[in-house]
Nanobody, 123 residues
Framework: QLRLVESGGGLVQPGGSLRLSCAAS????????IAWFRQAPGKEREGVSC???????NYSDSVKGRFTISRDNAKNTVYLQMNSLKPEDTAVYYC?????????????????WGQGTQVTVSS
């Protein structure tokens, strides 16, 4: 059974860093495009970053230059390194997967989702 589990969320001060992990099981992640989405209170879920198995990556304008997505195929895990965090980055972060797809931040294109991990940026 295909499963995605996020971890690494927590409370951090503005300007701080966190690294989120998305551990995949039930499939080989190197054949999938993996993306990170987030949903802030009262807002719609939005795309943050994606990583294609070919090495292609993409970022939303709001996180470009601050967040870095990477993958460790040997561990079947995708990471999201978040630096220079801002209060507006506060959200539940989800990872999602689609088989052999383009690196897209369009939610309907993703078939598999994790349960999410909370990130709170506050002093």
């Amino acid at each position: 059974q295909l499963r995605l589990v996020e971890s690494g969320g927590g409370l951090v001060q503005p300007g701080g860093s966190l690294r989120l992990s998305c551990a995949a099981s039930g499939f080989t992640s190197d054949y999938y495009t993996i993306a990170w989405f987030r949903q802030a209170p009262g807002k719609e879920r939005e795309g943050v970053s994606c990583s294609r198995s070919s090495g292609n990556t993409n970022y939303s304008d709001s996180v470009k230059g601050r967040f870095t997505i990477s993958r460790d195929n040997a561990k079947n895990t995708v990471y999201l390194q978040m630096n220079s965090l801002k209060p507006e980055d506060t959200a539940v972060y989800y990872c999602a997967a689609r088989p052999l797809g383009l690196c897209s931040l369009y939610q309907p294109e993703y078939s598999y989702w994790g349960q999410g991990t909370q990130v709170t940026v506050s002093s």
